[in-house]
Structure formats: structure tokens, C-alpha cells
């Protein structure tokens, strides 16, 4: 098993930004987590440097902030150098670590993806945790099934596994999984002692059942912008389903403690 240093992710709503001004919207609406996302390069897209730092400035140690790095078939190298860089700037600029990044399974089998992903963690020294993700919709995306993934993430030596969709111009979350399989995978992540984020084109009318089963986190784009995923986050349309989700119950709702990583030092 592979050891991580573990930063705890809040329990809460994550909202995935794409620039600076969309980061200080998600925080005025009472965003638990800002991620940094750009959507036009897939599920889990890379932003550039230069928006992920100006994210991070507007963030300011309001929010914990998080980063997607795309998939990890681009490389554990590829993705660890786009870190590095991300890191090295932010220190540079007297500016906090993402408590967290993650990249996706698309195009790996399970023997492939636990290799990868430990291979990405020793590239990171250990200094962020890297988040597992497992795609519902695991055929198109040519992915790991999502039980099979939890037991390898657990395996890994994972903190947290994000239960996310890979095709955003399908269904959410719910559409992709069938029967209670969303529940099933949680309670399967959680007895082997993961921490888990529910995502994939969730609307406010998800919320009640993401708390029902469990999961920790919740993430959203769509829902909280104005004009969907290409749209701009808002900060009403954020409070709204900062709201639902604490309406809810406690699982969601309860900020939990947590220490950020140390300062990045490839």
C-alpha cells in the first residue's frame, strides 16, 4: 500500500471555476471547495497556470481550493510537471496549495491505473493528496467499474474517491449509474475507508440524495452557473445549493478539520 500525506477535504459544496471571477462568486454564495477546472478540455480538464494562480489569489485562504489535472493515461511526468510549475509560482507569489488535485481513469484498465497513480504520488513526494476518481459511466469513458476502482483507490493508499461522469453531454450522476448503484459504491468506499465526493452534472434536485447516501462532498458546475456548464457561476444560484445541501443533513453540511500541505518543493 502506498502512503499519502493526507489533507483533509471540508465536508460541503465543491464549485468548479474556469477563471478568477468565478472564484470570488463561489466563495460569496459559501462554497465549502473551489475547484479549478476548465471545461472545454473534458471531464476533468487542465486549466493553464496563469488562471489556476489567479484562482488561487482570489481564493485567498477563503475556501479550500483544489485543482483538476486532467486524465491520468496523459502521464504521471505531464501532470507532475504542470504541478511542479503550479506549486512553484504559487510559493513565489506567498500564495496557499491547493489542498488537493486529481486526474481521471479514462483509458486505463484497473491494472494500468493503481501503477499510474502511485507512480503520480512518489512524483508529488507525498506533499498533496491526489484524489481517486471513478466515472459512473465507465464504458464510454474506458475506465476502470467504479467498485473495482474503490478497491484498487483503497489499495493506493487514497484519502478520497470522487464518483464523477465522463461524458457531460449525457445524463448526470444518476442517469449513468443504474438502481442504487450510487449508494452501493459510497458504502463500498466508505467500509474501506475513503472519503467520497459525489459529481456529474448534479442539479439542486441531486442534493438531498447525495446527503441520503452518504458522501462527504458534492460537486457542481452546471447547477451553479447562469447559462449551464459553459455559463458563469453566480453567487445566488451557489447559496441556493449551499442551502439545499444543509438542508439536508449533516453528512454534507459539517465542516470537518483540516490541515493544508506544506509548501511544494519538487
Known sequence: MTSVARSR???GLLVSVRSAAEAEEAVAGGAAIIDVKEPLRGPLGRADADATVAIAA???GHAAWTIACGELADGAHV???HVTTIFGRLAAAGLPAPAAIKAGPAG???GQWQPAYERLVGLLAGRVELVAVAYADWLAAAAPEPDRLIAAAADAGAATILIDTFDKSAGGLFDAAEGDAVGEWVAAARAAGLDVALAGRLSGGDLP???AVGARI???????CDGGRMGRV???NVAKLVGTLSDAG???SQSSPRSFPEEFSP
Request: hydrophobic share 65%; proline share 7%; no cysteine.
Open 9 to 11: 477535504l471540508p465536508a
Open 250 to 252: 449533516p453528512a454534507t
Open 218 to 224: 458534492a460537486g457542481v458546475r452546471s447547477a451553479a
Open 234 to 236: 453566480g453567487r445566488r
Open 79 to 81: 501532470i507532475a510537471a
Open 209 to 211: 440524495a447525495i446527503a
Open 58 to 60: 482570489a481564493v485567498a
Open 108 to 110: 486505463l484498465s484497473v
